[in-house]
């Protein structure tokens, strides 16, 4: 759905464009505008936009496949119990590589507003490693108690073969390593209020997923050696241009 409304917008504004509408012209105005400043942005947070390009090209060839075929491949991409007993390091990368066109779209604002700051600040290498440190810390945490639940028949067997795909957990350790661009009592602030949002699903409506977004905050948190060298709010300091650790 939400991709059909961005195709239809697009044909609207080409043909806008094409018979000069009035509408259109002022839209193009607009972004002749601000286009040197967003290009500037977008350049200055290669891995973060880069990221994201990758995810609305997966996106883009998944709502193209026929729904059950769609489903058939994310679960190969999962990591689910079933994949991660045959290929451990595969499902572990590529399921960081597909999300719906809703999540999509959100994140587009979450990267824009958190990741491309924070690449800034901290440089691709310690947002890989932040990313990535959630990502699997966080699905392998949780495989851990999905296995010992099914072992106990806690949970249904069937959850082993589950669709589990997405960026959410790295994005959560990247979240909480944000936090630490602030200082005194805002960083606590930072750390402590999101703990109680994500923490807060998991007592209200206790399920792996949401277990596993409160795991990879904590491990994002726990990420503070990576970023202890670098002194709080350089990000302003430093400009778009200068970005360490690359």
């Known amino acids: 759905m939400v991709l059909l409304i961005l195709?239809?917008?697009?044909?609207?504004?080409s043909a806008g464009l094409r018979h000069g509408w009035r509408w259109t012209l002022w839209l193009r105005r607009q972004w002749r505008r601000v286009q040197p400043p967003v290009w500037t942005w977008v350049r200055s947070a290669p891995l973060t936009y880069g990221y994201l390009g990758l995810l609305g090209f997966t996106t883009w060839l998944?709502?193209?496949?026929?729904?059950?075929?769609?489903?058939?491949?994310?679960?190969?991409?999962s990591t689910n119990l079933h994949q991660l007993s045959i290929n451990p390091v595969g499902v572990l990368l590529r399921s960081a590589f597909y999300v719906t066109p809703l999540e999509?779209?959100?994140?587009?604002?979450a990267f824009t507003l958190v990741l491309a700051p924070l690449e800034r600040w901290v440089g691709r290498w310690r947002m890989l490693a932040g990313f990535w440190t959630g990502h699997v810390g966080a699905t392998l945490l949780t495989a851990a108690?999905?296995?010992?639940?099914v072992s106990h028949h806690r949970v249904p067997a069937g959850i082993s073969f589950s669709v589990d795909v997405g960026a959410s957990y790295g994005f959560m350790a990247l979240l909480a390593m944000a936090g630490y661009w602030f200082t005194g009592w805002l960083r606590w602030v930072w750390a402590v209020g999101f703990t109680l949002v994500w923490g807060a699903p998991v007592i209200a409506e206790p399920n792996f997923t949401n277990a596993g977004h409160l795991v990879a905050f904590l491990l994002g948190l726990a990420m503070y050696p990576v970023v202890?060298?670098?002194?709080?709010?350089?990000m302003a300091a430093r400009g778009w241009r200068h970005r360490p650790g690359h």
């Open 228 to 234: 202890r060298s670098l002194p709080p709010q350089a």
């Open 62 to 77: 998944l709502v193209r496949t026929r729904p059950a075929l769609r489903t058939e491949f994310l679960a190969a991409q």
């Open 104 to 109: 999509l779209a959100g994140w587009l604002v």
């Open 7 to 13: 195709v239809l917008v697009a044909v609207a504004l």
């Open 145 to 149: 108690v999905i296995a010992w639940s």
